[in-house]
Nanobody
Framework: QLQLVESGGGLVQPGGSLRLSCVAS????????IGWFRQAPGKEREGVSC????????NYADSVKERFTISRDDAKNTTYLQMNSLKPEDTAVYYC????????????????????RGQGTQVTVSS
C-alpha cells in the first residue's frame, strides 16, 4: 500500500516548538520533491514548505520563514518539519505530500500538485 503517515502534532503553547515527521511506505521518497501544506478550519489550503529531491533547495511561505525548517532523510524514507516560535495562527491540520519532480519546488502549488498525501496531523497553538 502506497501511503504517507504524519506524526508529531499536538497542543503547544505560543512560542513553543513541534517536530512533525512523515514516513513513506510502498514507495521511495527520493524520487519526489516533498512538501508540507496546512489547512485551518474554514480556510483555504496553504503551502508551507517544500524541499528538492536531494535537499539542496528549500522554500518556505513568508508566514513561516525563519521559524520552520524542512528536511528529509531518504535513508529512512522520512521527511521532517521543525516548527519553532509557534503562533496561534499556525493552528491547522498539517499534511505532507510527495510532489513529482517536474513540478518544481513551488510552495504555492504544493497543496494542489502532489501524487501522494498523508492523512494529516493536527497542530494546535494555544495558551
Amino acid at each position: 500500500q502506497l501511503q504517507l503517515v504524519e506524526s508529531g502534532g499536538g497542543l503547544v503553547q505560543p512560542g513553543g516548538s513541534l517536530r512533525l515527521s512523515c514516513v513513506a511506505s510502498g514507495f521511495t521518497l527520493d524520487r519526489y520533491l516533498i512538501g508540507w501544506f496546512r489547512q485551518a478550519p474554514g480556510k483555504e489550503r496553504e503551502g508551507v514548505s517544500c524541499i528538492s529531491r536531494f535537499g539542496g533547495d528549500t522554500n518556505y511561505a513568508d508566514s513561516v520563514k525563519e521559524r520552520f525548517t524542512i528536511s528529509r532523510d531518504d535513508a529512512k524514507n522520512t521527511t521532517y518539519l521543525q516548527m519553532n516560535s509557534l503562533k496561534p495562527e499556525d493552528t491547522a491540520v498539517y499534511y505532507c505530500v510527495a510532489v513529482p519532480l517536474f513540478r518544481g519546488c513551488e510552495v504555492a502549488t504544493v497543496p494542489f500538485s502532489y501524487d501522494y498525501r498523508g492523512q494529516g496531523t493536527q497542530v494546535t497553538v494555544s495558551s
